[in-house]
């Protein structure tokens, strides 16, 4: 090889090199550039009645996500058990919030969890699809709440 040809080669190597170094660098960048959960909250409530949540998130920059909300029961062994699925997409923007009056409906929409006397938690999975970037997951599982029998039916 001529040394015109070497230092050619020399010069376009970075520039081969360019988009892996991008890919590498936005792999790394975490999915709380965009979102970050705290905390979900589940108050103890009523059979029949849908459990008031609270939520402490925040939504940094815009995207589009897919969720999956699990509600699991607490078993006789101590373990839990998935009792109901709720999931979907939605877009995501900083200017947006939850609605003032939050419940369980709400948060597994379309599917109504219909709990029977017992111990639950909330697990739920958002993958956070950005616009340029490879998906990134954030995951949170809910304080243990109770589901009583109505005091007066």
């Known amino acids: 090889m001529s040394r015109n040809t070497n230092l050619m080669l020399l010069l376009l190597l970075p520039l081969a090199a360019a988009p892996s170094f991008v890919d590498a660098y936005r792999a790394v960048i975490p999915a709380s550039f965009w979102m970050s959960v705290r905390d979900v909250h589940v108050s103890d409530g009523y059979e029949g009645r849908s459990p008031k949540l ?12 897919s969720w999956i909300a699990e509600v699991h029961a607490k078993q006789e062994n101590g373990k839990f058990a ?19 009056s939050l419940d369980l ?19 739920t999975v958002w993958n956070v699809e950005p616009h340029n970037y490879p998906a990134k997951r954030v995951e949170n599982t809910s304080n243990t709440f109770q589901i009583a029998k109505p005091p007066f039916g």
């Open 54 to 65: 609270e939520v402490d998130r925040e939504i940094k920059k815009s995207f589009t996500a």
């Open 82 to 100: 998935t009792v109901c699925t709720g999931n979907g997409e939605n877009l995501y923007k900083p200017e947006d919030s939850l609605p003032q």
């Open 105 to 123: 409906d709400w948060w597994t929409y379309p599917e109504r969890c219909n709990l029977g006397v017992g111990t639950y938690r909330v697990f």
